[in-house]
């Protein structure tokens, strides 16, 4: 029996990669089982699918601030690695591959305690603190971008770029404006700040809202609870807590994208030629890893970049009309790219383990 263990959640950036994988695994045959949280957004994603089998395990969020959650988590990190042990060795996969979040640490560890091999994937340019530990139980590290091979031992880690879902690159325009309730006579400003939303760009967006819709129809994916019940009625501005059945539709019905710098969301931007606006999550809410994804797009002339620490109002609302009369430049920029099928390399890589 060919089964495979995927794992990954906490967001939904530790989620769509492993979404982008399911399809391509079940042609090839594989039997999939993915391990989770039980609450978390990895049970809201992956319960949709028909043909992976969800388990649960409990775990704790590995924090590098004080809380008086540090205190308890660790107890459950601990239940769910005996979780992991106990339900790895009763499936008995040929390989686990984790996406990264704090669930996957005791999936992880469960899998190198039965002796499974584990493939790990890091997003970001440096790793987060999950993948820092799951790392050392790892076979094998892929990373999404060039420079992270660099913060791990020597061939332990192969860039291979970022699985992305196929179903992202055949959307249709068309629908997009049916699910919007849009017209032809504006250009599409799409805004999204990640599966949880970002607040400070939703209240940016929505303070420049009476000037934005003159020149633009604006799609905002504002995150679960941050819909405004006062703008609903507002035309050429439609609002939803998150999509995804719709996302492809609505990515390429968008001319111009702003939103945080989450490295799933810039590469499907990137797949995709889309000028794009970054507003990378500050140190002061981050470890910093978003700020350093959007230096290296804007370095290669992939996007723009907005701080959010010195964003205003009036500059958010330059930097989207510069972003819109110079998008010729980034589409360029973008079709220079070099679009390796990273979802075959990393598909192969399970093959070889």
């Known amino acids: 029996m060919k089964r495979i263990v995927l794992t990954g959640g906490g967001t939904a950036g530790h989620v769509t990669p492993n979404l982008a994988l399911i399809p391509e695994l079940l042609k090839e045959g594989w039997e999939i089982h993915y391990i989770g949280t039980e609450n978390g957004i990895e049970h809201t994603l992956i319960s949709k699918e028909k043909n992976v089998i969800y388990h649960s395990v409990k775990s704790g969020k590995l924090r590098r601030y004080l809380d008086i959650k540090n205190f308890t988590d660790p107890f459950k990190v601990l239940a769910g690695i005996g979780q992991s042990v106990s339900l ?136 679960k609870n941050n819909l405004d019940p006062g703008l609903l009625d507002i035309k050429g501005y439609k609002q939803f807590e998150y999509v995804q059945e719709e996302l492809p539709h609505i990515m390429a019905l968008a001319d111009v994208i702003v939103s945080r710098a989450g490295a799933n969301s810039i590469f499907e931007f990137l797949a995709l030629r889309k000028p794009n606006l970054l507003i990378p999550l500050p140190k002061s809410a981050s470890r910093g890893d978003q700020i350093l994804n959007a230096r290296s797009f804007e370095k290669q002339g992939f996007s723009m970049v907005l701080d959010q620490e010195t964003m205003t109002d009036d500059l958010l609302y330059k930097a989207i009309f510069e972003l819109y009369a110079n998008r010729q430049k980034y589409i360029d920029a973008m079709s220079k790219w070099d679009s390796a099928d990273a979802l075959q390399k990393i598909v192969n890589f399970i093959h070889s383990i």
């Open 88 to 223: 790895i060795r009763k499936l008995k996969p040929r390989v686990v591959f984790s996406k990264g979040g704090f669930v996957s640490v005791p999936v992880v560890i469960g899998a190198w305690l039965n002796q499974i091999p584990v493939i790990v994937h890091e997003s970001d340019i440096t790793p987060g603190l999950a993948n820092r530990i799951a790392t050392r139980f790892a076979k094998i590290v892929c990373t999404t971008f060039p420079e992270t091979v660099r913060h791990f031992k020597e061939g332990k880690a192969i860039h291979t770029g970022t699985p992305i879902r196929r179903e992202l690159l055949s959307g249709d325009p068309q629908k997009g404006k049916r699910i919007c309730g849009f017209t032809e006579d504006k250009p599409v400003l799409m805004v999204m700040g990640g599966s949880l939303g970002a607040v400070a760009i939703n209240k940016a967006i929505r303070n420049i809202l009476p000037r934005l819709t003159r020149r633009f129809q604006i799609v905002h994916i504002c995150g």
